[in-house]
């Protein structure tokens, strides 16, 4: 390895990612409207992040969305991709760029799924054995077995398959940047939870930037890095990490969308491995266990089920790496000035 390091990076100094999306001072006014749908919104996605926007019904979420990959045209205000302008750019170039997945999933009936997923490669004017090779790929990476899928029309595929497909498909072309709205929205919930763990574990690996659109807080906290509230005309009222929005509500506003819950959520976003004390520490575990990668959540669950007050906490091996108990719980929530961020 010849190569120099990067001139100018200070060790320590992360540089902040660069944007991959820019909503600059966008306002959509729908013919014969009298408010605007989306009010002067300006909002950065930064690369490889998902950012989660979620707000009541009517906000404008949807329209936002819809401002970036331009399905709706804005009244003012400037889109970036990539640093690039692409306000005038042309429409049917930029949505190359950007995945689409919606909660109806939309394939087309009468193409089978190998022909869905290839549909942008093929109009791109690859080579059919590449498109092939690509669709395959793609079905792996979803978690599809090719070979029992690719051939498949979409009635014969479980709603849950279907969103898997449709989300390869939104991949097809590679795309830096993708946008979903509501990809769960119509799935059951364990279904839903399913697919959004295997979706977060495709993330991992390709870490495209996306956009999620979603109405259910559960959703935003589990999937965002970052959640952009949404007030009436897409106001932007918050926008932070899941756990600083939980810890820290911006306004009464934001507040009443968390709910009363947000303590208890709080404690799905916290490992356990971040507030263990050494082994022998205070308490008694009383046959409780859980890993240290597990969540606050996770741990409280362990000591309830098994009348504990503390539970061992297990590192990668299963081996005892300290305990966790109640009431260091309790003393790292924001309430007793110990979290936040
Ligand atoms: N094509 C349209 N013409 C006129 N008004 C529209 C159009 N599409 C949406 N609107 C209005 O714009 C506002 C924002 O709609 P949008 O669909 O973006 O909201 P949303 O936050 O996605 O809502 P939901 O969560 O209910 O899907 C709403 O008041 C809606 O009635």
Redesign the pocket.
């Known amino acids: 390895m010849t190569e120099p390091a990067a001139a100018g990076t200070a060790e320590g100094a992360v540089p902040e990612r660069r944007e991959m999306i820019r909503l600059e001072g966008v306002t959509k006014r729908?013919?014969?409207?009298d408010?605007p749908?989306?009010d002067d919104l300006t909002l950065g996605v930064r690369e490889g992040e998902i950012v989660v926007l979620l707000?009541?019904?009517?906000?404008?979420?949807?329209?936002?969305?819809?401002l970036i990959n331009r399905l709706i045209e804005p009244t003012a205000g400037r889109i970036l991709l990539g640093g690039e302008d692409v306000t005038r750019a042309d429409p049917d170039e930029l949505r190359r760029r950007i995945g689409y997945v919606i909660q109806q999933v939309g394939l087309f009936p009468h193409m089978t799924v190998a022909a869905n997923i290839g549909l942008i490669p093929r109009t791109l004017g690859r080579p059919r054995k590449r498109v092939a090779e690509r669709v395959d790929e793609l079905l792996e990476m979803v978690g599809l077995d090719p070979g029992g899928y690719r051939g498949r029309y979409p009635k014969e595929l479980s709603g849950g398959e279907q969103q898997r497909v449709g989300v390869a498909r939104a991949l097809a072309a590679d795309p830096p940047a993708m946008l979903m709205d509501?990809p769960f929205g119509a799935i059951d919930p364990i279904t839903r939870e399913r697919l959004q763990d295997a979706f977060l574990e495709l993330q991992e690996r390709i870490r495209k930037t996306i956009v999620l659109?979603t109405?259910d807080l559960t959703e935003a906290l589990k999937l965002g890095d970052r959640i952009a509230i949404?007030g009436g005309r897409?106001k932007l009222v918050q926008y932070d990490t899941p756990a600083a929005i939980l810890a820290e509500p911006a306004d009464a506003f934001v507040a009443s969308f968390v709910g009363t819950g947000a303590a208890m959520r709080r404690l799905r976003l916290v490992e356990v491995g971040s507030i263990a004390l050494p082994a022998g520490g205070p308490g008694r575990a009383g046959g409780a266990t859980v890993r240290a990668d597990q969540s606050l959540y996770e741990a409280l669950d362990a000591m309830l089920r098994a009348g504990a007050e503390s539970a061992t906490v297990l590192d990668g091996d299963g081996r005892p790496a300290g305990t966790v108990s109640w009431s260091t719980i309790v003393r790292q929530t924001p309430a007793a000035g110990g979290g936040g961020r």
């Not at 729908?30 to 409207?33: A, F, L, M, N, T």
């Open positions: 729908y013919p014969g409207q408010a749908a989306v707000g009541p019904s009517g906000c404008g979420k949807t329209t936002t969305l819809r509501e659109v109405h949404l897409a």
